[in-house]
């Protein structure tokens, strides 16, 4: 099928950008400089997969596009190579992890290199290699230090048969995914970091992330969840208990209250006559791990004991419930049935009373949880909710019955992992001195190689690891064998490949304050909550040492779609519809796929993957080859040189702003027009070899090559607009202009009918809306001017103009 021979082109490149070291970045340069970092990737074993070959192509398209621009670009790559597929490895083939790893790896790059990504691969950095991972461990001493790493009780997936804890992922549906029994929850004492000091931090500088999708501003704030309140002291056997509420205002509508199953003093709640049944409820609840939970039936049963409502000095019964969870606010609820979902639920399930307090809606038949004036409330009947909330939130702080706190969704992050093919938590138990760190200058704490996988945790199967002398006190203490979790080592990677090979420190701050923050960060929108939050926390914690000095890690945010196969599922082994990128390549060619990946759809859409649609992509890179290697190179015409100016300038709009597919259309048309051509000059050409050599740049520096350029294009210069003369600018007159001097004749028609008008609507056709400028146009016609693009909704469109939008002359509508 190749008859360019593709291949040979591509080997060809590669290795002559690898012996120059194209694409290394230079700590000294005059030039400015750019990040362009794409997430780096798990080196599973089995490979790159089409998904890898979408996301790392778009970011290389961009990183090559800003190197052409002028930038000294950062783009390195790396492993975040612990984890527990390696792990799981290890007990199914009984290969060991490191070995796992390392073949993976391997392989990983030897594809990624077919791929022609540019990256600066001499800032390679595997988080497997404990000269990555002894700066996991240092940062978490530092945490240590202060108080953000700390230990404490917390539930974990068991399973009894294993023997083992499991991660989430391997306990779905509450069976153990290796032997199926069924999970338990087992409480450990497991090791969190602190990530609660840094909650409001996290959620107020959302607002300030002007180059992040709108959609992962808002899951972060979901996921943080930043709630405004009022603390309630309700009185429990003589006792304050404080209740967190956003719905002052409901106070006189609380019948019941409930209190978590799993609150710390539930029993001091429990009287003696219930205590059997409470047991019971409790024993079939806690083989439910906390996120099913969620989602079940609200269920409960009554403690015995009463609160009284400071307002009323009502006295209302306390349930315990399987709803109320035990760390936020404080554990308990104020149940208020007729205004609460999940309260109303449960007040049906046990014949509660429901008093209704806030007028709406028929509170015997669901919840009114909306806004409205006050009933049965005594002193604040007929305020609105709004008005309520103040009212009532005033008169218990002045009776000192309460105060207004904010609570955060947010929980402390829980890192301990009872697994081995993690970074080992560098901490000594020993018996005099209690919890030791170990000593900076003992990091590493390096992984055993000597452990037996198959039960429990294959660190606790190696006792002369184990087995250390007490940092403190000398004497003999035992290594922590719990491993900290993955996103660890993906918090901070992005500052290490400023620095990647310094072993005296986690990284040179001159060098990290030249490269950061990241100026693009490209990656999938399932990493929007955990892994973006991390990565926020802990460079705010290292600006708070004192070793960056900026609180945010990623200026603008980028998330790719998702390549679906032919059937428009989504790719897996079993559907039988996965896409291998190196079978594509191997028939295709590296460009053509490439071209293809970037212009079914725009880079953020999903699409289907299509065996045509990649054929028509070979045919186009191919019809390049062949075309401009045999055409002559003399002088271009003006229709040409006129028709690149205005190529050269979408092309670099859509590649700055993502528009990948918009740019191949543009280098399609253009291409049509020279292939007619007999001659062309070689400054048109290579101009348009710079515009597609970020997709295509194999094929590109060939062609390059092959006009007599000595220089690499990749490292060349973006090409620049021609002067082009007075006689073309004309032509190229200002759609506003145009459409002005259109609507003006219009306006003088009516005008001469004697109507009046005052206001003018255009219709615009999407991809022009741009283009046009309200103010030129107001200016030009001397009226209110409101411009739509025919796809807004809503719009005022009285009489349907939307629809008799043309190219280059919008639907009119005057008033
Ligand atoms: C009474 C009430 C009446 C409430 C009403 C809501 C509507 P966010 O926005 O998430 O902060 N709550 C308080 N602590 C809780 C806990 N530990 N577990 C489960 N729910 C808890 O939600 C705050 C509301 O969630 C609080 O306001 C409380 O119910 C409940 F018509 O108090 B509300
Ligand atoms: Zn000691």
């Not at 967190?244 to 209250?257: A, C, E, I, K």
């Not at 490269?515 to 991390?534: F, V």
């Not at 609180?551 to 998330?559: D, I, M, Q, R, T």
């Not at 002067?723 to 009516?750: G, H, Q, Y």
Request: aromatic share 12%; hydrophobic share 35%.
């Amino acid at each position: 099928m190749l008859e360019v021979n593709f291949e040979k082109i591509e080997k060809k490149w590669q290795k002559r950008w690898e012996d120059a070291r194209v694409f290394e970045a230079k700590d000294v340069s005059k030039k400015p400089k750019y990040y362009v970092l794409e997430m780096f990737p798990y080196p599973s074993g089995s490979g790159l997969h089409i998904g890898h070959a979408l996301n790392y192509t778009i970011g290389d398209i961009f990183a090559r596009f800003k190197r052409l621009q002028g930038f000294n670009v950062l783009h390195p790559i790396g492993y975040d190579a612990l984890g527990l597929p390696a792990e799981n490895a290890a007990i199914v083939e009984g290969t060991p992890p490191e070995k796992y790893t390392r073949d993976s790896t391997k392989r990983f790059m030897i594809q990624q290199k077919k791929m022609g990504w540019s990256y600066d691969w001499s800032r390679l950095v595997n988080t497997s290699d404990s000269s990555y991972y002894k700066w996991d461990q240092w940062i978490f001493l530092k945490m240590f230090e202060k108080g953000l790493a700390y230990k404490k009780e917390s539930n974990v997936n068991w399973c009894p048969k294993c023997k083992t804890v499991l991660a989430n992922e391997q306990a779905q549906n509450g069976r153990c995914d290796r032997c199926g029994s069924s999970v338990k929850i087992k409480y450990l004492n497991q090791w969190f970091l602190k990530i609660t000091d840094y909650a409001d931090e996290l959620y107020e500088g959302i607002e300030k992330l002007n180059g992040w999708p709108e959609r992962t501003k808002s899951m972060q704030r979901n996921w943080i969840g930043k709630s405004h309140g009022v603390e309630i002291n309700f009185e429990i056997g003589g006792k304050k208990w404080p209740v967190f509420t956003t719905r002052p205002d409901t106070l006189l509508g609380v019948t019941f209250m409930v209190v978590s199953a799993k609150h710390p003093k539930l029993m001091d709640l429990v009287i003696k006559k219930q205590k059997m049944e409470v047991d019971k409820f409790l024993d079939r609840i806690n083989s439910v791990s906390e996120k099913d939970a969620a989602n079940l039936e609200k269920e409960g049963v009554f403690t015995g004991s009463y609160a009284i409502n400071p307002i009323n000095n009502e006295k209302v019964p306390i349930y315990v419930g399987n709803f109320v969870v035990a760390d936020y606010g404080s554990g308990m609820v104020m149940a208020v049935p007729a205004h609460d979902k999940r309260d109303f639920e449960f007040a049906k399930r046990y014949k509660l009373k429901i008093k209704e307090v806030v007028r709406g809606g028929d509170v015997s038949k669901e919840a009114y949880v909306g806004e409205g004036k006050l009933i049965n409330s005594g002193e604040f009947n007929g305020l609105g909710s709004k008005k309520a909330i103040e009212e009532i939130t005033k008169s218990l702080i002045k009776k000192k019955l309460g105060k207004k706190t904010i609570n955060f969704r947010l929980r402390d992050w829980g890192i301990s992992r009872q697994r081995y093919w993690g970074t080992p938590i560098p901490i000594v138990y020993c018996k005099d001195c209690g919890t030791v760190p170990v000593q900076e200058k003992d990091l590493p704490v390096k992984l055993p190689k000597e452990v037996k996988f198959g039960k429990g945790n294959p660190l606790e199967t190696n006792e002369k690891w184990i087995k250390v002398k007490c940092p403190k006190c000398g004497g003999s203490g035992r290594r922590e064998t719990d491993t900290m979790d993955t996103f660890v080592n993906s918090s901070w990677y992005f500052l290490r490949y400023c620095d990647p090979k310094n072993d005296v420190s986690i990284f040179k701050k001159e060098k990290v304050k030249k490269w950061c923050p990241i100026d693009q960060y490209l990656g999938g929108a399932e990493h929007s909550c955990m892994h973006l939050i991390y990565f926020r926390f802990y460079t705010k914690f290292l600006r708070d040492l004192g070793l960056v000095d900026f609180g945010e890690p990623v200026k603008k945010l980028f998330h790719q779609g998702m390549l679906h196969g032919e059937d428009g599922e989504k790719m897996s082994k079993s559907k039988g519809n996965v896409v291998d990128p190196l079978d594509v390549v191997k028939k295709y060619g590296v460009d053509a796929t490439r071209f293809f990946l970037v212009s079914v759809a725009s880079p953020d859409k999903d699409f289907d993957w299509s065996e045509k649609g990649i054929q028509g992509s070979f045919k186009f890179i191919k019809r390049i080859s062949e075309c401009l290697s045999k055409l002559k190179i003399g002088k271009s015409s003006e229709k040409i040189d006129s028709a690149l100016n205005k190529t050269i300038k979408n092309v670099l709009n859509y590649y700055s702003s993502f528009k990948f597919r918009k740019a191949t259309i543009e280098i399609r048309g253009f291409f049509d027009l020279i292939s007619k051509e007999k001659e062309i000059s070689k400054e048109t050409l290579g101009s348009f070899l710079k515009l597609i050599s970020p997709i295509c740049p194999h094929v590109a520096e060939e062609l390059w090559e092959k006009i007599g350029n000595k220089e690499f294009i990749s490292i060349s210069e973006w090409p620049k607009f021609k002067k082009v003369s007075l006689k073309k600018i004309k032509k190229d007159v200002d759609i506003n202009l145009k459409v002005v001097k259109k609507v003006v004749e219009m306006i003088k028609s009516l005008e001469g009918r004697g109507k009046e008008i005052k206001k003018v609507y255009l219709y615009i056709l999407p991809f022009e809306f741009e283009k046009f400028n309200v103010n030129k146009l107001k200016k030009g016609l001397g009226k209110e001017v409101f411009i739509y693009s025919v796809k807004d909704f809503p719009k005022h469109d009285p009489k349907n103009k939307s629809k008799k939008a043309r190219p280059g002359l919008p639907g009119v509508w005057f008033e």
